[in-house]
């Protein structure tokens, strides 16, 4: 029902935007761009997709998942009938059992999570989604009520799209590309930012679900990851943007090929028919891309009615208000657009972000926040849409306050490092 709510909001608002900017600010071409225009168009003065064009980007972007989702659930399937996933279970067990005290000892979903997670850390976003989705449905066979989002499923996907990430690779790249004299620099706030607003999340569900975080097992896993994760940062912060891409690059698809390698050795060793176990897993992955479309095309298309009635650019200028009014500082709130669309789009928050380092400079400080805010979180609407669509969850219950409240975290956070890191 949150869902349904924000859904209806999100077209409801913007409608009565373009509405008012039609029939009282004479802007008598919105509606035509609101529905049929195209970022690519010189003419198009907004540069953003209407709706039509969206629902093109939604079907493809499943299209492209397609193959993807085959690959990597092929291997998923490998892995789940040779033991693999069942190992992973046991070793992080003793974590995910008071995390997550829903789900027996050594059930599959466990694993599944771990894989998710691994490699989100590792910046694999086209392994991330796959591994996710096997582990929804991993959870929804203990889910007791199907319509409804367990606290397990939760869990999981509020601590998925917070969004921790070792390196934000893409990131460093376009500020190299845009000029930045130290494309770098954020690299340290961006996996600062995100890593608060992981654990935001995991206390803001703990909270709500009466789980206590402060619990010995917890607090060693949390306090070891964070060792391990402070020991990369002081590694890589003496490497420069060449040598950061390339280590990022063996880092993250080494340990992807490891996996594959190490999935398909324990098959043969397992003695199981490794290609068919791969073929069942892929079919799984055809069927499960072909279902999320309808819930991806109606998420896409609401939020391609918010950027083109111009609605954020009324948020803008509405806190740049408060700040005046208030005497505060503002120039913070350049950067703040990708905050805003980065829940709502992911492609849409890096366009924001090019926009802004383009508008500002890559080294000023609207520029930089943009990026560090680009880093700091994941699309919250998009893992909402694909994630419960994908097992046919229609009540969310209050994931999506979960989420945008660690969102709001990693986004003070960002801003806060900011005027740290840069003034």
Known sequence: MALSRIWSAFIIVAIVVASIKCFFFGQTEIFNWMVIGKADDAANPLKVDGVIETCWTAVNICLKLIGIMALFM??????????GIRLLSRVIGPFF?????????GHPATGHMVMNFSANLLGLDNAATPFGLKAMESLQELNPSKDTASNAQIMFLCLHASGLTLIPVSIIAIRASLNSANPTEIFIPCMIATFVATIAAMFIVSF???????????????????????????????????????????????????IFFLIVLGGVYKKIDVFNAFIDGAKGGFETAVRIIPYLVGML??????????TFEIVIDGMKSICAFFGADSKFIDGIPTALIKPLSGSGARGMMVDTITTHGADSFAGRLSSILQGSSDTTFYVVAVYFGAVNVKNTRYAIGAMLLADLVGVCTAIGLCYMFFG
Not at 97 to 105: E, V
């Open 74 to 83: 092929g291997f998923m399937s490998i892995a789940e009938q040779a033991g």
């Open 208 to 258: 709500k679900q009466k789980i206590n975080v402060f619990q010995p097992v917890i607090l060693a896993w949390v306090l070891g990851i964070s060792a391990v994760i402070a020991i990369l940062v002081l590694y890589l912060v003496t490497l420069n943007t060449t040598e950061l891409q390339s280590f990022s690059g063996i880092l993250s698809n080494g340990l992807l090929l490891l």
């Open 97 to 105: 059992a008071k995390l997550f005290p829903d789900i027996p000892k």
């Open 301 to 310: 298309i609401a939020i391609s009615l918010l950027r083109t009635s111009g």
